[in-house]
Nanobody
């Protein structure tokens, strides 16, 4: 049973920083993609940043230059460093893994990020 456990969300003032972490436990292998999505109230879930086994990471235009995704393959962990946070970044953030010999989507439970003065 694969489980993704997220941490690092919280309340931060505009201009502040947060670092999200997501670690996979259980029998997970052949990880192809790790990433982060977010869902704000009343909006659809949207991709924020993803990283594959090769090539450059993807970033949504709204976070380019402010967010950085990184991964620790040995620890099956993905991180999202979020700087210069804005109120529009307020959302529930979900980590995402695409893994397995038969590619399977795995999702974390979500962590709330609130940017407010």
């Amino acid at each position: 049973q694969v489980q993704l456990v997220e941490s690092g969300g919280g309340l931060v003032q505009p201009g502040g920083s947060l670092r999200l972490s997501c670690a996979a436990s259980g029998s997970i292998h052949s990880i192809k993609t790790m990433g982060w999505y977010r869902q704000a109230p009343g909006k659809q879930r949207e991709p924020v940043a993803t990283t594959g086994s090769g090539g450059s990471p993807y970033y949504a235009d709204s976070v380019k230059g402010r967010f950085t995704i990184s991964r620790d393959n040995a620890a099956n962990t993905v991180y999202l460093q979020m700087n210069s946070l804005k109120p529009d970044d307020t959302a529930v953030y979900y980590c995402y893994f695409l893994a397995g010999f038969i590619p399977t989507n795995y999702w974390g439970q979500g962590t709330q990020v609130t940017v407010s003065a």
